[in-house]
């Protein structure tokens, strides 16, 4: 991410994350340890990193890929996918590997329940990374799943520390206590937005309060430090400025939140692209999660138009 000026033009969402394939398994619930369960419906789809860049690209922001995809079959279908959504791979296909794929198993409640097993998505080269050009109009997104590899984490951290004026969103990611303190310390240093889901929230701040879990988090990031804390269909917490808000949900009928977070996330860094203050963001991410979790799948969040109309609906 070579450092530059800001060229005028709208900023992007840099998506430093990974792509996965996600193999979607509707199930009646989770078969115990030895037993089996037959799916009632099996899909093979872009997920992971993609939900998140997909929601963005649909909600009218650019939208630039910085992460590694393989060159097999699986890899094939990273790109097509990402071309159909108008985002740009900033990075060459990789001939040591093809992408991985995530087990996702979602159940009669439409919870889902993950197992992934990485590819050459986790993998980064640094020289690559350095020559993706960023502006001060950008927003450079980041997964904890990228701590998770060593290498990958670095890379990141690196380039991070000598990227002038964009801002930073990270979203924690349900591994998050599985990355050591001192990473935490050194990302959260850099991060002027975190997108956190309740449970990641509590985990990295140590409080039980989500209040207390958004200030004390707030605490650690950069300025001007925004904390965005997602709370399912109760909707979100904004912490800004010294106080926090409750932004309330949409009431709907879920049948799968795979993807729900991400979809928040996206459609929330999308609306600071364009412009919208930090309310008008959370209000529409919340509206569009609540849109996604109605619809099976992992991609499945909104466009403007369909925001647009749950929030003319709704009192």
């Known amino acids: 991410m070579a450092d530059g ?3 005028g033009g709208p900023g992007r969402l840099l998506h430093t994350g990974q792509v996965v394939l996600d193999l979607v398994m509707r199930v009646p619930g989770l078969p115990p340890v030895g037993g089996d369960v037959v799916a009632s419906a099996v899909d093979l789809l872009p997920g992971g990193g993609f939900n998140v860049m997909a929601a963005a690209a649909r ?14 079959r699986f890899g094939d279908m990273v790109r097509a996918a990402l071309a159909a959504e108008g985002i740009v791979a900033a990075l060459p296909a990789s001939a040591d590997g093809d992408t991985g794929v995530c087990v996702v198993l979602v159940d009669d409640s439409g919870e889902r329940t993950f197992v992934t097993g990485s590819g050459i998505e986790t993998e980064v ?9 960023v502006t001060s109009a950008d927003l450079v997104y980041v997964s904890g799943y990228s701590l998770l590899v060593e290498a990958k984490g670095r890379a990141v951290l690196d380039r991070l520390d000598v990227v002038d004026g964009a801002g930073v969103l990270v979203d924690p990611g349900p591994l998050a206590g599985q990355v050591d303190g001192p990473v935490w310390d050194r990302l959260l240093a850099r991060t002027t937005m975190l997108s956190a889901s309740a449970p990641e929230a509590r985990t990295l701040s140590g409080a039980d309060d989500l209040r207390t879990a958004a200030r004390v988090l707030k ?20 912490t800004r400025d010294g106080h926090t808000e409750h932004i309330p949900g949409f009431p709907v009928v879920a049948v799968d939140t795979t993807g729900a977070g991400d979809a928040h996330c996206g459609v929330f860094a999308a609306e600071l692209l364009r412009g919208a203050d930090l309310h ?4 529409r991410a919340n509206a569009a999660a609540a849109l996604a979790v109605t619809r099976r799948g992992p991609a499945t969040a909104p466009g403007r138009a369909e925001v647009d109309v749950l929030l003319a609906s709704t009192p």
């Open 280 to 283: 008008t963001a959370a209000v």
């Open 5 to 7: 000026p800001d060229r």
């Open 219 to 238: 605490r650690r990031l950069a300025e001007p430090g925004v904390v965005v804390v997602r709370d399912g269909a109760a909707g979100c917490l904004l």
């Open 59 to 72: 909600a009218g922001a650019p939208v630039v890929y910085v992460g590694g995809h393989g060159a097999g």
């Open 125 to 133: 080269d640094p020289a690559a990374l350095a020559a993706v050009p």
